[in-house]
């Protein structure tokens, strides 16, 4: 069954049903008078420093072998995604989120307190709140803002140093992932950005995730520390889901894809930040 929510959910889902034309363009737009109130919902709080340590790779060249320690400070991010609705059903959550999409919205199902619908994410609340000001104003949608919070981390880091060199990589890569896909979602929406350009743009970050994997595989192998072990498998995933933009038949289905994509790398990198402070 559904979480109704004072009756909102149910209403705009078929308020949003009715509509024809691509509303949820608006999720680029910014500049409105702000909302009056948000909800937030912090996925970890800011903890000491976290230690990383890991056992000699299987086979690595001479000058990757020395053995070394180093300490990295994961930048803290507050992320502001406009929320549709929450379910406890997932498969009704699947099948609103694939009706949102077609509209131009993320429609990413983030597992937290229940399946919590997202259209898009932004860096500023004002931002947030302006869009949910003009969805509720022009259209009727209510929604709500969330606030996804990496606080800033520090890591100790020990191993080889071809080891720890792919491990700082991969770090860096998701951090900027997150960063290139909102820039390339509000270019795409604004009609910056042709759709070749950006498809040329998101197969380039595929192949850097897909090339920092297997360097984490080669330089760890099967004792692979949990944290590298979680890391890879995000980078795997982030790898897929920029590979299935690629199916996208109009603009506004491609940036519906990079909308997904950017909350997918954002709420994985919240919650995997959240499990190196447990």
């Known amino acids: 069954m559904r979480r109704v929510r004072a009756g909102r959910l149910a209403t705009r889902r078929y308020k949003v049903r009715r509509r024809k034309m691509g509303w949820l363009l608006l999720i680029a737009g910014i500049g409105l008078g702000l909302a009056t109130s948000s909800a937030y919902l912090r996925f970890m709080r800011p903890l000491p420093q976290t230690h990383i340590s890991a056992q000699p790779a299987p086979t690595l060249p ?13 930048a803290g991010q507050s992320w502001y995604a406009l929320q549709l609705g929450v379910y406890d059903d997932a498969e009704t959550a699947g099948r609103d989120a694939e009706s949102y ?11 937290k307190d229940g399946c919590r619908l997202l259209a ?127 199916a996208a038949k109009t603009l506004t289905q491609l940036g519906a894809q990079v909308k997904y994509c950017h909350l997918e790398c954002i709420c994985r990198m919240a919650a995997y930040a959240s499990g190196l402070t447990n």
């Open 62 to 74: 001479p000058e990757e072998t020395q053995a070394d320690e180093r300490t990295v400070t994961l």
């Open 101 to 111: 999409r077609v509209r131009g919205a993320g429609g990413y199902i983030f597992r």
């Open 120 to 246: 898009a994410a932004y860096t500023a609340r004002a931002d947030a709140q302006a869009v949910m000001s003009r969805l509720k104003t022009r259209h009727g949608l209510d929604t709500e803002v969330v606030e996804i919070v990496s606080p800033e981390i520090t890591l100790r880091l020990s191993g080889q140093k071809g080891q720890l060199t792919a491990l700082t990589d991969a770090f860096s890569a998701m951090e900027k992932l997150c960063g290139h896909l909102y820039q390339l979602s509000l270019s795409l929406d604004r009609q910056e950005t042709e759709a070749a350009e950006a498809l040329t743009a998101l197969q380039s970050e595929q192949d850097t995730l897909a090339a920092l994997s297997a360097r984490l595989q080669a330089r760890f192998g099967a004792s692979a520390p949990a944290a590298v072990l979680s890391l890879k498998q995000i980078l795997d995933g982030s790898a897929q889901s920029l590979s299935a933009v690629s």
